[in-house]
């Protein structure tokens, strides 16, 4: 569904890929780690508010989680907000699943931390 919703978007049908990806991250079986790697989709393509949405429709579906935190943290960062974007990064530190991510998180935390950009 995530293809086909690119593959719109690519051809201009903007509507109806959003209506795809919505559908696509609210079924049942889909993981929090596939609504933030939609999310971060919506990043790189420079569509802030729409991956901010998905990043809290995950947080609202599936809570305390790792990949939650994380996809807020990037989401509030690229609104420029900071403190929040923070926030979440330190949430997400102690729960990241292996040393690479856990690597990742603290250099997100100490740029945040220094104002700096992650995205």
């Given at each position: 569904?995530?293809?086909?919703?690119?593959?719109?978007?690519?051809?201009?049908?903007?509507?109806?890929?959003?209506?795809?990806?919505?559908?696509?991250?609210?079924?049942?079986?889909?993981?929090?780690?596939?609504?933030?790697?939609?999310?971060?989709?919506?990043?790189?393509?420079?569509?802030?508010?729409?991956?901010?949405?998905?990043?809290?429709?995950?947080?609202?579906?599936?809570?305390?989680?790792?990949?939650?935190?994380v996809g807020l943290a990037r989401a509030y960062a690229?609104?420029?907000?900071?403190?929040?974007?923070?926030?979440?990064?330190?949430?997400?530190?102690?729960?990241?699943?292996?040393?690479?991510?856990?690597?990742?998180?603290?250099?997100?935390?100490?740029?945040?931390?220094?104002?700096?950009?992650?995205?």
């Amino acid at each position: 569904m995530s293809t086909k919703a690119q593959v719109l978007s690519k051809l201009g049908r903007e509507p109806e890929a959003s209506t795809i990806l919505k559908t696509a991250m609210k079924l049942p079986g889909t993981t929090p780690l596939e609504i933030h790697q939609l999310g971060r989709q919506l990043l790189t393509a420079k569509k802030v508010d729409e991956a901010l949405e998905v990043f809290q429709f995950n947080a609202t579906k599936n809570g305390d989680q790792w990949p939650v935190h994380v996809g807020l943290a990037r989401a509030y960062a690229a609104k420029g907000d900071t403190k929040q974007a923070l926030a979440h990064a330190q949430k997400a530190l102690p729960q990241a699943p292996d040393a690479v991510n856990k690597q990742s998180l603290e250099a997100m935390v100490k740029a945040l931390s220094a104002g700096q950009s992650i995205n």
